[in-house]
C-alpha cells in the first residue's frame, strides 16, 4: 500500500507540474500575443474552466497523497518530506498569488488594458516559480520511488 500511495502521488505531482510547465511555455506566451481583451477573456476562460474535479483532484491530491506518503514509506523519508513541502509550497502559492490575482482580473471590469498590466506579468513570474516549485517536489517524490526500489 505504501509503494501504491508513493507512486499516486508522484504521478499527481507530475500531472500538475506539467500543466504549471505548460503555462509557463505555452500558454501564457500565447495569449501575451493577444490582445488585451482577448488575452483577458481568455484567461476568465480558462480560470473558470480549470476549476473542475479532475484539476482539483491532482492539485490537492497531489500534494494529500505526499502527506500519507510520509507516514507509510519508513525508507525514503526524507526525499518523501521534501516532496510533501515543495507541492504544499504550491498549494500556497497559488492561494495566496494566483487565486487573488484571478479574482481581481474575473472583477476587473472592462478597462481590458488596466486589468491585464496589474495581471500579467506578476501571474506569469509567479507561475514560474510555482512551475518550479511543483517540479522540484515531483523530483523529489521520483528520487522517494527509485530510492524505495534499491
Known amino acids: 500500500m505504501a509503494t501504491v500511495v508513493l507512486v ?13 510547465y505548460a503555462y509557463a511555455c505555452s500558454v501564457m506566451p500565447g495569449l ?3 490582445d488585451d481583451r482577448t488575452f483577458v477573456e481568455g484567461m476568465r476562460g480558462i480560470n473558470v474552466a480549470i476549476v473542475n474535479p479532475v484539476f482539483m483532484l491532482t492539485f490537492l491530491g497531489a500534494p494529500l497523497l505526499a502527506g ?9 523519508r526524507p526525499w518523501v518530506i ?16 494566483h487565486i487573488p490575482l484571478n479574482n481581481a482580473l474575473d472583477g476587473g471590469g472592462d478597462d481590458y488594458p488596466a486589468v491585464r498590466a496589474a ?20 523530483g523529489c517524490l521520483v528520487a522517494a520511488v527509485v530510492t524505495s526500489r534499491g
Open 32 to 34: 501575451a500575443r493577444a
Open 119 to 138: 495581471f500579467e506579468a506578476v501571474w506569469v513570474r509567479w507561475n514560474v516559480v510555482r512551475a518550479l516549485v511543483t517540479t522540484a517536489g515531483f
Open 82 to 97: 521534501a516532496g510533501f513541502v515543495l507541492l504544499v509550497a504550491m498549494v500556497v502559492l497559488t492561494g495566496a498569488v
Open 8 to 20: 499516486a502521488a508522484m504521478v499527481a505531482a507530475g500531472l500538475i507540474a506539467g500543466l504549471f
Open 68 to 76: 500519507v506518503a510520509v507516514f507509510l514509506n519508513p525508507g525514503p
